[in-house]
């Protein structure tokens, strides 16, 4: 694919929560075998894609899941406390 990924000493970003708005994009890489697959036939730098939405109890990552790796199938949401 071209694409270089090199090794970085980042293993976590603190994100406020505060500062994502509904509709804000999270594109999600996870070198598992899957993704990776999904980025070299697409050409694409990320295999899942997510959404933030704020729901009247709170912030949430909404995303869509068919495989079975995941507790649900289909249409999900993850608290983002939880989801990050």
Request: with cysteine.
């Amino acid at each position: 694919m071209g694409y270089d990924l090199p090794p970085r000493e980042i293993n976590f970003v603190d994100i406020d929560e505060k500062m994502v708005k509904s509709g804000d994009f999270f594109g999600v890489t996870r070198l598992d075998g899957l993704n990776p697959l999904i980025m070299y036939g697409t050409g694409s730098h990320i295999g899942h894609c997510t959404t933030a939405l704020h729901f009247e109890d709170g912030l949430y990552i909404v995303e869509s899941q068919g495989n079975q790796l995941w507790p649900v199938q289909g249409i999900q949401r993850t608290p983002f406390a939880e989801w990050i």
